[in-house]
């Protein structure tokens, strides 16, 4: 018999553990994850090398964890502190006093999403006349766009890039423009391939319609700034650019701040007043947000405001000199490999390649570099893009580049000697008929249990294989669609309750 007053599931245990059992069990499940530190992982984490920041970030954390940013009159010190933030970040993207933006004012939010989600929902709350309100993005801008017209019921217009610039045209931005239209956006760098878009042509068609310019520089708003100041020929995208009404910059990217943080900025105050929101039609208080989150932890924004305050901008160029040098590195790694070459030249820090024709499996190819240490990111063919590896480079990486090039070569040339993977004839099958209405869960399950996926995440054991070549294949062989659908119930697959301590 179950004695309800006795209660054990996952980490609720009935009696409670020891703090220091509580901390051992923190620190055995994060040996699972990849390491965070020491520039082997390039995609997640954002790593300067700076000896003590970890430390500091970590105890401004704990003295503002239980300061709550949903009143600012009951806790001035978050105020003052996001205020400083927004400031720094106006004056990183060439706003402020002295400038053609003096007027920029902003909010600290979670992370990037919410930054974009708030421009977007800014937009259209601007316009409550237009009944069916639409927004237009490159097809390499963030998929947060998508996310935010999924949610706020906003229609996306996607422009193609070309397979060459990876940009999109400007005059394709423009037609796409329509009356319904209340955000034009565009990426300071595109996350995808690290390639600045044409900002000061698609600025100027949506001041030309009337349409607010949207600069999503969550990926690199702090960090091309310095590297024009370094002399990299970086292109106009900040507010010094006409028609520019809005940039969002992760503070947490190469701020190196830790998450999350990011910076939501307005030219000015009156294109920002339809972000907020209030309500006061109910009994209790009254509720004021400027951004989707009531109750805000003030720890995140405490930690980006030392580690801003411990930096400062000689530091920050320090870094993006380091970055510079580490990008240069990879690259010239990569274009000494034959059978890969770069999606682009590196003009921010990301370091983008693919497989040319006869080259390695580039999905092998990544299991490789794995097992050597190395953590990269793949990404799926889309439309006509090919398959490719993303690098995020941080000054962390600049160490590890002289190790990174043998150990390219020898990841090569264990993919070509693996050869590429091959669906078995049934799965391929079922993936090129199969669509998204189609899948039930019995054939989820076999398809994950085929993949070898669904293990228990919480026993160590690993939801995910050691190599995912198969999986990364199967899924570049799905339409987008399907992709998601796929991607959606493998997740949920994952994501089970523990009703029992390990």
Not at 294 to 322: Q, W
Not at 384 to 393: E, F, G, N, Q, W
């Amino acid at each position: 018999m179950i004695d309800e007053n006795r209660v054990e599931a996952g980490a609720l245990s009935a009696t409670g553990v020891a703090a220091e059992v509580a901390l051992s069990e923190v620190r055995q499940l994060r040996g699972a994850d990849r390491p965070t530190h020491g520039g082997r992982l390039f995609a997640y984490v954002y790593d300067p090398a700076v000896p003590g920041l970890d430390e500091l970030s970590a105890a401004a954390h704990r003295e503002s964890a239980h300061v709550n940013g949903l009143d600012p009159t009951a806790f001035p010190s978050l105020l003052a502190m996001e205020n400083a933030l927004v400031g720094a970040a106006g004056r990183v993207l060439g706003a402020g006093p002295g400038t053609t933006a003096p007027d920029v004012v902003g909010s600290v939010t979670s992370g990037g999403t919410e930054s974009l989600i708030l421009a977007v929902k800014t937009a259209r709350d601007a316009h409550p006349e237009i009944a069916a309100p639409r927004i237009v993005v490159p097809s390499s801008a963030h998929a947060a766009f998508a996310k935010a017209a999924h949610y706020l019921r906003v229609a996306l217009d996607v422009v193609p890039v070309s397979p060459d610039t990876l940009r999109p045209d400007p005059a394709a931005m423009a037609a796409a423009i329509r009356p319904e239209t209340v955000l034009v956006a565009c990426s300071a760098p595109s996350y995808a391939h690290g390639v600045v878009d044409p900002v000061t042509e698609i600025a100027a068609a949506a001041a030309e319609a009337g349409v607010r310019c949207h600069v999503d520089a969550c990926f690199g708003g702090w960090t091309l700034p310095y590297l024009r100041r370094l002399g990299v020929p970086v292109p106009p995208f900040d507010f010094a650019v006409p028609g520019v009404t809005s940039i969002s910059v992760d503070l947490h990217k190469y701020a190196y701040a830790p998450k999350g943080v990011s910076v939501l900025l307005h030219r000015d105050a009156a294109l920002r007043a339809p972000q907020y929101f209030a309500y006061a039609d109910w009994p209790g208080y009254t509720m004021i947000n400027p951004v989707i989150a009531s109750t805000r932890s003030g720890g995140p924004i405490a930690a980006a405001y030392a580690t801003v305050r411990h930096l400062g901008d000689d530091g920050y160029l320090r870094l993006a000199g380091i970055t510079r040098d580490a990008v240069a590195g990879l690259a010239d790694a990569v274009r000494a490999v034959d059978g890969l070459r770069l999606m682009a030249e590196p003009e921010s820090t990301v370091v983008c390649f693919t497989a040319t024709e006869g080259g390695p499996d580039l999905f092998v190819l990544v299991d490789e570099l794995t097992a050597r240490g190395w953590h990269t990111q793949p990404q799926l063919s889309y439309a006509d893009l090919p398959a490719s590896v993303h690098l995020t480079v941080t000054a962390a990486v600049a160490p590890r580049v002289t190790e990174f090039g043998p150990d390219l070569i020898e990841a090569v040339a264990a993919a070509r000697a693996a050869g590429p993977v091959r669906l078995p004839a049934d799965l391929a099958a079922v993936v090129g008929a199969l669509t998204p209405e189609a899948l039930t869960p019995e054939l989820v399950s076999s398809l994950a249990a085929g993949l070898g996926l669904g293990g228990d995440a919480g026993s160590g054991a690993g939801p995910l294989p050691e190599r995912t070549a198969l999986v990364n294949t199967l899924l570049d062989a799905a339409a987008p669609a399907l992709r998601e659908r796929l991607l959606v119930e493998f997740v949920s697959l994952l994501q089970r309750p523990t009703w029992a301590p390990s």
